[in-house]
DNA sequence: GCCTGGCACTCTGCGCGTGCGAGTGCCAGC
DNA sequence: GCTGGCACTCGCACGCGCAGAGTGCCAGGC
């Protein structure tokens, strides 16, 4: 086990590294926190933690810079969350405000969030699956064409065109439209596919074709993976990753395109609180020198979808950690409004 | 006026220095085209082509780069619009014909976009303005509360929600949607205004505010500059940009956040063909080292919006502008098709 | 008059050696 | 167990020289 001063030291190298962006010495470190202790105990104290693996020297005489086992423990034990300041909370508020529809609330987020972290932003749309309906319309496009629109609780709005297998007159369409809101309307999306089973029985023959083929169009838009929208932002934040450019930023940026793995990402995360993947932690190679702060957010006490941030290991944790809380926060009161 | 020959160089100027991305000498110019005279002719054409400031020597001994002005006599007169080839055109049309719906096909013109010309990819959403309206849907969420919901003829969906001065009951807003659809339907986005104006006249005088409120909410939604939303991808791209990296392509990754300024470029293009703006033609300065290739589409003749890619002023222009031209040919047929 | 080969000149990039400074590890003493 | 001192190790910035590429110009030839 560590003692207390060699965690403080793991802690003030974490601070110093994250500040300065350069491999920390001894002697800086006693200058900056007053430990109490010479350069050449806070050395043996560093030799230890390297042992231990918490810190590393990336060449013989230089400082060292936390290792991601190091700054693990530096996010479980000995840094909390940093709370937002009062008008930093009331900026956030006001930013999202303004806000006319989901996709400005979510484009809002983006922006928003990364300005606050000065990192790369990303927020996933209200999820469908975990939302519940608030209307089912149905239009005729023609006579055998039927456009189909999702509406979810948290303003969400999904559409299709379904081709149907034979004419579908509007009286029949009226018919099916109110029935099927009636059964589905306020439920949870994952429940729809078993309220609207036998809906078919309740039409002519002629129209059964029909009915099935625009509800399994819509249990198909429940279900399909590309329900999982997201956003992403704040890219030039990238830049101010490290000097020695392309081969850092390339990855990542090819990473930031493959919205599967962003959304795995985001998925992974189980906590209900703040979520923080360091480095290796993160599944995918070319985020192994990013963490990811993550975190879900929702219009009721339940998650509905995640937003986080991607930054490099060298981050300042409290601070994105606190700013990622508080925007998710403010997120959800704004959907809860809407 | 250049001779015929002194434009044969610029050609092969520019053509080698794209493919190389390096200075390219006299010497290295006679060997790789056959232009049929020796270097020091060359070297005569070459300093007569940097008097008129078509091309530069980074340094005194390095061969020469094209300007921009370069650029432009090569894309106005030097080259042509190369055509995609039958495999590739192929190819375009199978990967959009997957798309569910317009986000889905939007995002899959941009991946799309993005790897044939290994780009930034950026293509604008139909316009609001310029389309036709499919649906006006007006939902009661409350007794004083309804969402309206807009679909256009490409697929597009908006929604707002509306707070009502006043308590609106299911009849009043069946009439109202009937109404309402049968002076709008299939007419432009932009005829809107002139073609609701005395629609508040025919309801009763305590419903007449709450019409008038729907109204300019639907109006609102018309004009908003946010209207014009956009997506880019294919950012990874920029990684190839030069070897002088975080000062080149910061400004760029900036600019590109800025979604006006993307609508802006974008916006500028009139021409009905394919436009090319070369570095410090683009008014934003972040943009001063790159040029935009850019294009409308639309689902029928007319343009409803805008796509093109974002690269450096070193491109293939032949090239990007065929693959360009093949994609929004391709998009503007999927639009009309759903 | 235009093209050509030759020649001197200029400039960048690269490899190399050097000195400096930061930082370490270890040890003897308190 | 902490401290001051000391020798040691590297990386980095700097200066130098050299090779190579490319130019401009000129005198001669078709």
């Known amino acids: 086990m560590l003692s207390e001063r060699r965690l403080q030291v793991l802690r003030a190298i974490v601070q110093d590294y994250v500040g300065t962006e350069e491999p920390v010495g001894s002697k800086a470190l006693t200058e900056r926190h007053n430990l109490g202790v010479s350069p050449a105990t806070v050395r043996n104290d560093m030799a230890a933690l390297e042992d231990e693996g918490f810190i590393a020297q990336p060449h013989t005489s230089a400082g060292r810079i936390p290792t991601d086992k190091g700054y693990r423990l530096f996010v479980d034990k000995l840094a909390g969350v940093k709370p937002m300041t009062a008008p930093e909370r009331r900026a956030i508020q006001n930013f999202l405000e303004g806000a006319v529809d989901l996709d400005d609330v979510v484009a809002r987020t983006v922006r928003l969030l990364a300005q606050l972290t000065r990192q790369v932003a990303v927020v996933q749309y209200p ?50 439209r109110a029935r099927l809101n009636s059964r589905v309307a306020n439920r949870r999306f994952a429940d729809v596919p078993g309220l609207v089973e036998d809906l078919p029985e309740a039409f002519e023959h002629e129209d059964r074709g029909t009915v099935s083929t625009v509800l399994s169009t819509l249990l198909e838009t429940l279900v399909e993976e590309n329900e999982e929208r997201l956003m992403i932002g704040g890219t030039a934040n990238l830049t101010r990753f490290g000097h020695d450019f392309p081969l850092t930023i390339r990855p990542v940026l090819e990473a930031l395109e493959e919205q599967v793995v962003l959304l795995k990402l985001l998925g992974e995360a189980k906590d209900p609180g703040v979520t923080v993947r360091i480095g290796h932690e993160n599944a995918h190679e070319g985020l192994n020198s990013t963490s990811v702060v993550s975190v879900g957010y929702g219009s009721g006490g339940e998650a509905v979808a995640k937003l986080g941030v991607v930054g490099p290991t060298r981050m300042d944790y409290p601070g994105t950690m606190g700013a990622v809380r508080a925007v998710a926060r403010y997120v959800g009161q704004i959907l809860a409004e809407s």
């Open 127 to 176: 999820s469908l699956t975990r939302s519940t309906v608030r209307h089912v319309e149905l239009l005729s496009l023609a006579p055998a064409r039927v456009m189909l629109v999702l509406i979810t609780d948290t303003g969400r709005v999904e559409q299709r065109v379904v081709d149907c297998p034979a004419p579908f007159g509007e009286a029949s369409l009226a018919d099916l």
